[in-house]
Antibody
């Protein structure tokens, strides 16, 4: 069974750096075709893809946020970490991590974590 | 930047057919994916590669593609299908690929 779980602070102050961890099980990020993404959703708004890391350690970022984002993985711990610098109240959102298995479902996010709500406020 | 356009809302009566569209210039070249999201829950993949259905997704969910528009069809809508639906695709026209979501469509079952 594939599962993903996000963890991190519920509250951050403006200008601080947010660090989120995605801990997953049921698959290996060293397997060809496997990827993990971060996706966020502000309250009442649409989903927004942020970043993706693949089995080969290639990293891709949202064009609009790439200067603030860093994604990394620790294959031995089955974890993917996202850092976002210079947080602002508009970054208040639920942050999800999700798996892509390109060999089976293409560019789909086929399994999602439950999400973690992050509020940016002083 | 690449955009996917969805209608904000669709309403149908139980038992009828709901059709939710998603338009984007790159859709003739890239697959589309559909997600269902109920309040307070994470999205669930219901259609991948335009028309494939993951295991566990009811047969009443289907997808199709024509030119720059893809369509999610829910036949025989049930009350439990009331949710937000998002289309998604990948834009590879730039230097690096970008994964893009539509603005979402709220399906109301009357």
């Amino acid at each position: 069974q594939v599962t993903l779980r996000e963890s991190g602070p519920a509250l951050v102050k403006p200008t601080q750096t947010l660090t989120l961890t995605c801990t997953f099980s049921g698959f290996s990020l060293s397997t060809s075709g496997m990827c993990v993404s971060w996706i966020r959703q502000p309250p009442g708004k649409a989903l927004e893809w942020l970043a993706l890391i693949d089995w080969d350690d290639d990293k891709y970022y949202s064009t609009s946020l790439k200067t603030r984002l860093t994604i990394s993985k620790d294959t031995s711990k089955n974890q993917v970490v996202l850092t976002m610098t210079n947080m602002d109240p508009v970054d208040t959102a639920t942050y999800y991590c999700a798996r892509t298995s390109s060999s089976t479902s293409g560019n789909a996010f086929d399994i999602w974590g439950q999400g973690t709500m992050v509020t940016v406020s002083s | 930047s690449y955009e996917l356009t969805q209608p904000p809302s669709v309403s149908v009566s139980p038992g009828q057919t709901a059709r939710i569209t998603c338009s984007g210039d790159a859709l003739p070249k890239q697959y589309a994916y559909w997600y269902q999201q109920k309040p307070g829950q994470a999205p669930v993949l219901v259609i991948y590669k335009d028309s494939e259905r993951p295991s566990g997704i009811p047969e009443r969910f289907s997808g199709s593609s024509s030119g720059t528009t893809v369509t999610l069809t829910i036949s025989g809508v049930q009350a439990e299908d009331e949710a937000d639906y998002y289309c998604q695709s990948a834009d590879s026209s730039g230097t690096y690929p970008n994964w893009v979501f539509g603005g979402g469509t709220k399906l109301t079952v009357l």
